[in-house]
Structure formats: C-alpha cells, structure tokens
C-alpha cells in the first residue's frame, strides 16, 4: 500500500473514532447536574494520583468507562444473569461497586499523600450515585454490560513471537513428564526427617460449625438475585476454621518455616516465621445455575532456596494455595491447590466429583495425582510439603485438632495494604499484580508460553496455571469444564 493510501486509511479511522458517542463517564464529567460533574471529578482525580503513585491494585480489572465499579472473573460470567431483570442487574451492579472499593481503600491507603477528608465515604457516595444515572439509560446498561470483560493473562503476541504452535508440543512432553514425576511421589511413603513439625488451623472458639450449619448459610444464596451467598465476617470465619488444612513439614532452614508478611527494607516484603499463618479469603465458582463457596487458604515462606548447580526455580518467597470447594450440603466435593506463581496446578476430588476428558490432550487440563475419599463431618485434609521445593508430597484425612502447634488465619485482603516501617502503607503486589524481586530464572526459558515473569509471586486474580492451554485458577467455569459434580445431599 503506498504511504497515500496509508495516509488516507489512518484519516478515516480518526474521523471514525471521533464519531464515537462519549463514555457513559465522559457523559457524567460534562452533566447539567453539579453532583455528577463533581463526583465524576473525584474519580478522575483520584485515579490521576493513584497513576502517578504507582499504587495501582489490580485484584479486580477495571471497567473502561465505569471507573467506579470493578469485576472478577465470577461476575463477568454473570452479566447475562444480570441482564434478565432488575433485582439482577442492582444486585450485580452492586458487587461491581463493593469489588471497586475494595480497591479504592488499599489504593487510598498507600497512597503517600492522602486525600483530606473521608475519602473512602465519598468514593462510595459517588460511586452509588454515578451507577444510580448509569442504571436509568439503558445505553449506560448495555455499555455496562459489554465493559465487565477480564483480559486473560496471555500475551498473544509472546506466544507468536515464541512460535507457541510449535514449543507448545516440547513444553507439553515437559508437563507430563513432572506429572509422571509428582503421581510417583504420592504412591511412595514421604522420606523420614528429624524435624516434623504440624501446623492445625486456629480453633473455632467451640462453636464449629456443622455440615448442616453450613448448608443453612449457603440456602441464604437464593436472597442474592445472582445466586450468591452473603456471609458476614464472623460466618466466615467459622466456615473457614471447619475447612482449614493442617500443615505437615520437615524443616531443614528458616525458608521451611512459613507466616506473614511484612514490610522491612527492600523491594520485596519478608515472612515473619514466628507466627505461623494463612491467609485466608472467600471465593466462588460456577456449575450451571449454581453458585458454590470456596474457602481459599495461602501460606507464604521466605524463599524456595536454590539447589546446587543451576536452579531455574529458585527465588525469594514461596508458598501454598490451598482451596476448597463446597457442595451446598456443607460437604467438600474437590480440593486443588497451586503455588502462588500459580504453578504446579493440582486437583484432589472426592467421589462427588468425577473428571471430565480433556478437549485437547496436548492441553494442560486437571491433573489429579491423588483422589481422596468421601469426607467425614470431622474430618480435615493433612497436606504434606516437602523441605525447600514446598511441593505437596501427600494429602490425607485426619480428626478433630491433630497437633498442639496451630496456626493463625489473617484476611488475605490484608496483603494488598501493608505497614511501612517508616511510616505509610504498601501493597506486597506491584501495579502488574507480581511481587517484585520474586523473580525466578525460567523466565527465560518458559515467556514463549505468554505468561508474564513465569515463577513471580504473583496477586489473586492474576494466576494464569497453565503453560499449555489456557487456564486461570479463579476461572468461574473452571470446575465446571473439567469436572461432573454431584450437587445432591444423598450420603
């Protein structure tokens, strides 16, 4: 094409883009109302600081045109519920407020200047009242509706430079390999070590709750027009000490020993190993026109430290995600668990769920070393780790508290705003959603997969756990595609 034609298709394509009706946003900067105008302003502002802090969170992606409202994946798969009637669409559009202030209260709080006054009270305020005009032009809705996308994390254009049709096959052979591997070890009894410790979850305070209990809490999903449960604090907090893991682990150095983390010196956050914790969140998943609990549990240690020769794996922090899934009966249908690069993706069913075959065998699809029995109202899993590599060498049932050592549950939330030692707040994630300084020396080998840092810590929300294929661990379909589940309450 000449650099005429060039020219002339470069002009039609701005002619084109300035034909563009504005924003619904753009429509609240430039209201006949004082109140829009000036809320839309606070947004704006807001963001400008945030931006120029570097402070940004990305738990939850942003929605172009709605700065005021948030989406994860589980509520972008419920747009077209959300469409079907008006309690639907206020009870979604009010999740996207509360994902956005979730947001907004780390954002603010690490902020190095904040804003004078109740901040967060006025972000709420004019979030309500921007969706509340959004929510009266049905152009506003369907805008609304089409911007609740989240962009997946794969660089498409990595994996063309990387000629992923190709190296896909090589990093297959590679998968299934540690599968074959990682299937091995769970059928030989974990090595004998001087040092066995094990780690129970914090005590209920005596009032644990029941399978039944829990299944009362869940039923409250039908109040939720979308079909998801409200629980309090206080109900999660229950439900999550009855479904806790215990921890088994040699430890062989302080990078064996996991807890919190903080803010010292440094780019990157240390784990105070004197109080061993998990944090812990709420999540949700799909399964036809049901909404299932999940109980979400990470664990964090100061290092995978390098083995000798080269490593390609080692790197400053490591850890453990460890979920759960709910039938709503109370009764555990499957575990999975990753590491918080999000790699080493493994499932654990139950009998009440059964795998589905894989669409592409090449595809990294649910890779089950081990299935687990029914579990009893007692029971817990017991995970075993391995000393240094952290990986899960065994999963098994025990009762009741199995050890005298327990560990404390923090607000996984809590991660994304913590204390400076100077003064001031910091998330552990950068604006990229990685902890910096985590990085490890696969990079180089693994970025033809189009995973950004493979090996970096990285944030909820943000773990692509599949090289091969395409896969998320907060995916709402996740269980959905690879997995029958038996919903009923038949023992």
């Known amino acids: 094409m000449s650099a005429r034609l060039w020219l002339a298709a470069l002009l039609a394509a701005l002619a084109g883009c300035a034909g563009l009706p504005p924003s619904p946003f753009e429509t609240h900067l430039t209201s006949e109302s004082a109140e829009l105008r000036e809320c839309a302003a606070w947004y704006r502002d807001l963001d400008n600081a945030v931006e120029a802090a570097g402070v940004r969170d990305v738990q939850y992606a ?3 045109g709605f700065p005021y409202m948030r989406v994860d994946r589980l509520l972008a798969s419920l747009a077209g519920r959300a469409a079907a009637n008006e309690a639907a669409m206020r009870a979604w559009s009010e999740h996207l407020l509360e994902l956005d202030l979730e947001s907004r209260q780390a954002e603010i709080d690490n902020l190095p200047v ?3 006054g109740a901040a967060l009270q006025r972000t709420r305020m004019c979030g309500a009242m921007l969706r509340d005009a959004d929510l009266a032009r049905p152009e506003a809705r369907q805008a609304m509706l089409a911007a609740a996308r989240v962009p ?6 990595d994996r063309m430079v990387g000629l992923y049709p190709l190296t896909r096959l090589a990093f297959s052979s590679g998968v299934r390999r540690w599968e074959a591997e990682a299937r091995a ?3 030989r009894q974990p090595a004998a070590h001087p040092v066995l410790v094990r780690f129970s979850p914090p005590s209920a305070g005596g009032s644990a709750l029941s399978r039944a209990g829990v299944a009362a809490i869940l039923g409250r999903a039908e109040l939720d027009p979308l079909g998801l449960p409200g629980l309090s604090v206080r109900e999660l907090t229950r439900i999550a000490a009855s479904y806790a893991p ?5 430890v062989t150095g302080d990078y064996d020993r996991f807890g919190s983390l903080h803010w010292q010196s440094g780019e990157t956050p240390q784990v105070d190993t004197t109080a061993p ?7 949700y998943t799909r399964y036809g026109e049901r909404v299932l609990l999940q109980l979400v549990y990470t664990i964090w240690f100061p290092e995978r430290p390098a083995d000798p020769g080269i490593d390609l794996l080692a790197g400053r922090l490591d850890g453990l995600v460890w979920r759960v899934t709910l039938a709503p009966d109370g009764e555990p249908l499957v575990y999975d668990s990753i590491h918080p690069c999000g790699c ?3 499932f654990f069913p139950t009998p009440r769920a059964r795998v589905r075959p894989a669409p592409d065998p090449d595809d990294e699809w649910a890779f089950v070393p081990k299935a687990l029995p029914r579990v009893a109202e007692e029971e817990r899993p017991l995970v075993r780790l391995s000393p240094r590599t952290h990986y899960i060498e065994q999963v098994s049932m025990v009762r009741g508290a199995d050890s005298v050592s327990r560990y404390a549950f923090l607000d996984y939330d809590a991660l994304r705003s913590l204390p400076l030692a100077a003064g ?3 998330s552990a994630f950068g604006a990229d959603g990685l902890i910096a300084g985590t990085e490890r020396a696969e990079r180089f080998v693994y970025w033809p997969m189009g995973i950004a840092s493979p090996g970096a810590m990285r944030q909820w929300g943000r773990h692509a756990t599949a090289f091969v294929g395409r896969r998320h661990f907060d995916d709402a379909d996740l269980l959905e595609r690879r997995f029958e589940l038996d919903l009923g309450s038949t023992r």
Do not use: I, K, N, W
């Open 62 to 64: 942003r929605m172009q």
């Open 114 to 116: 904040r804003p004078a």
């Open 152 to 157: 997946d994390d794969y660089s498409d254009s």
């Open 185 to 187: 070890g769970f059928e």
């Open 246 to 250: 215990s921890f088994e682990l040699p």
């Open 277 to 283: 914790t998990a944090y812990v969140q709420q999540a």
């Open 344 to 346: 080493y993706h493994q």
């Open 424 to 426: 001031g707040r910091r």
